[in-house]
């Protein structure tokens, strides 16, 4: 099916990329400018800014509590952005969505992002977030049982990296992973996936714009071979927690996204790979306004609720 029609009235009113330098702040200015009222959000029980006490320092959380129970399972987010974009603000509508949908209790992670903070400062202030909602399970209400993960983008990446770090550190109170459409491979080879050929130009995400926009994370010591910066990479994916990988239809980085899901199961990995059909790179932050769209933070409750 074509793209979307509402997304390709936005995709319309986009400037063409003029191959100018980017600058870090003007563009996560710009990011700001779209932040939704705090009135225009989806409302919930509780939502909480608090700092996590960790291991790789204090890290600024958000925690969203969907309602009131005596208990419930924990997902920690991690917003994308190309590793230098994102905040809590900017991806509070989809912690929010995903609180909603899911019933767990959402911890959202400010992480450090390049170019102000070298690799591996982002990942491993997102690890030692869970190994902390581990740790402070009784003050947040965690079940002890059901302990998500969940990343868009380059969150998606972050997301792979944690499960894959906390198998190797025996640490196994991961339950489940969730990737939206997730960056699993930063060797930006154009002849690595056959997405990044047909779907380079004209879906928003242009498969030229992937070295610029992933520069500041490689230019601060992030090697794409190393399987925590490109998790594609990794070669024995077994052990890991049960996986949803959802990708896009018209998304430069949809193939890596569904060729990991398939080493996963590969691998004997509980995984599902779902791909939405006129959407591109984005989606899950951008248009989940449309009902097509939304339903993957539905389709994320029925996976992470299945008995």
Known sequence: MPIHPEIAKVLSTLPAPDGSPLDPEAVRAGEVAQVPPLEDRVPLYAVEDAMAATRSGDVPVRIYTPAEADAYGVLVYFHGGAFFLGSLDTHDHVARSLAKETGYKV??????LAPESAFPAGLDDCYSVVRWAADQGGSLGWDGQNL???????????????????????FDRITHQILF??????????????????????????TAGLK???AFYIDSGADPADPRVSPIKREDLSGL???L?????????????????QRLKDAGVNAKVS?????????????????????????TGEFLNRS
Do not use: C, K
Not at 150 to 169: E, Q, R
Not at 186 to 204: H, K, P, Q, T
Not at 250 to 258: C, I, N, Y
């Open 245 to 261: 990988v959802i990708t896009a239809e018209f998304d430069p980085l949809r193939d890596e996204g569904e060729l990991y899901g």
């Open 212 to 214: 610029p926009f992933n």
């Open 181 to 206: 459409y997730p960056s699993l491979d930063l060797d930006f080879d154009v002849d690595r996936y056959a997405s990044l050929r047909g779907n380079a130009e004209g879906y928003g995400l242009e």
């Open 107 to 112: 911890i959202s992670v400010g992480f450090r």
């Open 275 to 299: 791909r939405y059909a006129g959407a591109n790179h984005g989606f899950v932050q951008n248009f989940s306004w449309i009902p097509e769209f939304y339903r993957a933070f539905e389709e």
């Open 241 to 243: 927690p049960r996986a």
């Open 148 to 170: 998500a993960i969940a990343g868009d983008s380059s969150g998606g990446t972050f997301a792979a990296a944690v499960a894959a770090m906390a198998h190797d550190d025996g």
